[in-house]
């Protein structure tokens, strides 16, 4: 049964030296991965196979999960994938993370926050008061309000 693996898996994990918290995620990772292939009535019993990844993978990608946390399941499946090696259930490592994690254009990771005009006329006004400031702040503040002008130029 499919669970049984996911038990022996978390024992494998303890005996690692895995935290709590990555065993917790771990764990989760591959019992949601379980569920997945019941869904597509797979009936899982230690062999992993490519298709199994990539499928999982492009599921994940359909249900608008964050690229961040597809990497994370990749990285828990890659983890399941060396415990059934080592434990003779499956015989070829099927998950390459080189192929199978997600890539991000450098800089686009998160959405950037961009300071109102408003908001800067603001921080500007706060900073009169050097009392309220440090010199280090004062030079942040003052490099973004000139920012906020070159761009507003441009």
């Known amino acids: 049964m499919a669970t049984d693996f996911v038990e022996k898996f978390k024992i494998y994990l303890k005996e690692d030296g895995k935290s709590a918290k990555t065993i917790e995620s771990y764990v989760g990772d591959i019992g949601g991965f379980v569920v997945y292939l019941q869904g597509v009535e797979v009936k899982f019993q230690g062999e992993l196979k490519r298709f199994y990844i990539t499928s999982f993978r492009s599921h994940l990608i359909e249900s608008q999960y964050e690229v961040a946390t597809i990497n994370k399941k990749i990285n828990s499946l ?3 994938n060396n415990f059934l090696m080592k434990n003779n259930y499956c015989n070829e490592f099927v998950v390459d993370l080189r192929k199978d994690r997600m890539r991000v254009a450098f800089g686009s990771e998160k959405q950037v926050e961009v300071f109102s005009e408003k908001q800067v006329e603001r921080m500007l006004f706060y900073i009169q008061n050097q009392e ?9 503040i003052l490099l973004i309000s000139m920012s906020f002008r070159l761009e507003k130029i441009g």
């Open 132 to 140: 309220n400031v440090s010199r280090r702040d004062n030079m942040i």
């Open 78 to 80: 890659q983890s399941f």
